[in-house]
């Protein structure tokens, strides 16, 4: 896998900076729920001139890094052996907050709006952005996505893409645009035995798709409604209040659980007599914080990755001695490259993930 490093100016211009730089070691954690992380060893002095604004792409792989930290040691004649880290480029997100004012961005539905997020929600020294695969450009103002003063964009928008099972995607292909980074909205797929549309991703030390899984689970913050409400600002209004089914709850095997949610701080600044439904959607993206904590931990075999599995897909894992099967999102995949190969590691659910922090999702 070729790792390469492309320098960006105060302006925002793209220039390759070193191609095919070697390495020993080479983490690429994605996530579906935050920016995603790397980190390299390289077996060569540092390639480019520190510190600096960089892009790191590694072929194959679509999304695309932001060198954040250099660390280097010297021991004699042995060289140095420089490690770069940083987030991939989604943390462009991060650094934008939201102003004193609060803010908001707007479209006809969901993925209008998170591509208005992605397009509108950078600093101004970002390299030239362009929608891509999944996204569509705003057409009209019923949808939003909003927060208040000092959050940042990138929570604002996983907090809004997770609720629809999807993510963002920042990617950097310099053979199709070198001045441009493509943004895109990524669905992932059902892919559990309950559906007949695409062959099953099932990971299992019997069927030889894993070689070892770790699986927690702790269902006591698992509810099965929440009661959500919010205060109009209009004076004399009353509390508008709805009720959400939580995602997922299952009678058989769950108790029964009320969680009760002030959602005001989810709904748009700008209206001041939200409706029920607009409660109702603010209380149904809160709900994500009131699912099981389920995590399954699997050492995959890296056959089917990216192409019968991929990061966001809804897929099963087996362990087979303790009779549990779990029926969960990919959370986070770690691949890790070295002189013997590449090692593939997958988490499926999350132990502890907070989607909704400030996002509104409002129809008005």
């Excluded at 509108?120 to 003063?149: N, R």
């Excluded at 645009?177 to 892919?191: K, P």
């Excluded at 702790?218 to 509810?223: I, R, V």
Aim: some cysteine; aromatic content about 8%.
């Amino acid at each position: 896998m070729i790792l390469s490093f492309h320098h960006v100016a105060p302006d925002g211009a793209i220039a390759l900076a070193a191609a095919n730089v070697p390495y020993t070691n080479l983490q690429w954690n994605r996530s579906y729920s935050a920016p995603g992380t790397f980190t390299a060893q390289l077996a060569c002095a540092l390639p480019v001139e520190w510190p600096g604004r960089y892009l790191v792409t590694l072929d194959g792989c679509d999304e695309t890094g932001i060198v954040e930290k250099v660390e280097v040691s010297e021991e004699g004649a042995g060289g140095t052996s420089p490690v770069v880290s940083g987030r991939f480029a989604e943390s462009l997100m991060s650094r934008y907050r939201i102003g004193r004012a609060g803010g908001a961005v707007r479209g006809a539905d969901w993925r209008q709006a998170a591509t208005a997020a992605m397009l509108e929600w950078v600093m101004g020294d970002a390299p030239a952005l362009k929608a891509g695969q999944g996204c569509e450009e705003p057409t009209g103002s019923s949808y939003a996505i909003a927060g208040e003063a000092g959050d940042d964009a990138a929570t604002l928008l996983y907090a809004a893409l997770n609720a629809h099972g999807a993510y963002p995607l920042l990617t950097y292909d310099r053979d199709a645009d070198d001045q441009a980074i493509e943004v895109r909205i990524v669905e992932g797929l059902d892919r559990t035995r309950g559906q007949s549309e695409r062959p099953f991703a099932l990971f299992s030390l019997g069927m030889g798709t894993a070689s070892s899984l770790a699986y927690s689970g702790d269902w006591s913050c698992a509810c099965s409604v929440v009661e959500a409400f919010a205060k109009p600002s209009a004076e004399g209004a009353g509390v508008i209040g709805a009720e959400v089914a939580v995602e997922g709850f299952d009678a058989e095997t769950q108790w029964e659980q009320r969680a009760v949610e002030d959602v005001g701080s989810l709904i748009d600044a700008e209206n001041e007599a939200p409706s029920a439904g607009e409660v109702a959607e603010a209380g149904r993206v809160r709900s994500y914080d009131h699912m099981p904590a389920l995590a399954v931990d699997c050492a995959v075999v890296p056959a089917g990755y990216r192409t019968r599995w991929d990061l966001g897909d809804m897929v099963e894992a087996e362990l087979s001695g303790a009779g549990i099967v779990a029926r969960a999102r990919v959370e986070a995949v770690r691949e890790t490259y070295k002189d013997g190969g590449v090692a593939v590691e997958a988490t499926v659910g999350a132990k502890s993930i907070s989607r909704a922090r400030r996002a509104l999702m409002g129809r008005r």
